[in-house]
């Protein structure tokens, strides 16, 4: 299973690299903006995305709306991954085109398996 | 939420720590210096906003790395910034005197 990581902090990458990659067993890609994350996916085609909320210049919901208006990423299954969910609720998430909605924090022995069972 | 425990105990998750620890200690060190700005001259938007981000940061994943009161701080400074933020008020002398505290408990929790 092919992810795709989106968050501006390196610190989110990183251990989400090390849930998703060494605990998950999947191979991960990761972008520090939302413009690098479009073309990276755009490029890729990950099996799904974890994309931070609050970023800044394409924050979350930019992001997930310019992948749905590519043909090769509208499919994609996005989860957010988020500390708080602001003026954007969950029920708003999903009606954007969210699968999910993980909250920061979160396990990273679990991340991986926590995915997959939303994903599925 | 990793516990501390856990995070000590299992290879992976205490050089995650141990990495966290690292990259907070800078971030603390560059808020210091954001907070000293904010109380000597008159604070710029970015300055602010910068320091909202390291809030929200902290917040974020501190938790996940094995550092609950890292999280719950960082969630008390970025609760207390957001509306200036958004806002473009200034803080006063009250606010950035709880947010160098803030920063100084983060701190004393990430040495201990």
């Given at each position: 299973m092919r992810a795709l990581v989106i968050d501006d902090e390196e610190d989110v990458r990183y251990v989400a690299q090390m849930s998703l990659g060494?605990?998950?067993g999947m191979t991960v890609l990761v972008a520090a903006s939302g413009e690098e994350g479009l073309a990276t996916a755009r490029r890729?085609?990950?099996?799904f995305i974890l994309l931070?909320?609050?970023?800044?210049?394409?924050?979350g919901p930019a992001t997930l709306r310019a992948l749905r208006q590519w043909p090769e990423t509208e499919r994609i299954p996005v989860v957010f991954l988020t500390a708080k969910t602001l003026a954007f609720g969950v029920d708003s998430l999903k009606e954007l085109g969210a699968k999910a909605v993980i909250f920061k924090p979160f396990d990273p022995m679990t991340l991986a398996a926590d995915i997959r069972t939303v994903l599925q | 939420m990793t516990d501390g425990a856990a995070m000590i105990n299992d290879p992976m998750l205490r050089d995650l720590r141990s990495r966290f620890r690292e990259t907070a200690f800078v971030r603390l060190s560059e808020m210091t210096s954001l907070l000293g700005q904010l109380s000597s001259d008159s604070p710029d938007v970015q300055s602010i906003e910068r320091l909202a981000r390291h809030f929200h940061g902290l917040a974020g994943m501190g938790a996940t790395y094995g550092f609950p009161l890292v999280s719950s701080l960082g969630d008390e400074g970025e609760g207390m910034i957001l509306p200036l933020v958004k806002s473009g008020q200034s803080p006063d002398a009250g606010a950035v005197k709880r947010w160098q505290a803030i920063v100084e408990e983060m701190r004393a929790e990430l040495s201990a």
């Open positions: 060494r605990v998950g890729e085609r990950p099996d931070d909320l609050m970023m800044p210049g394409m924050d | -």
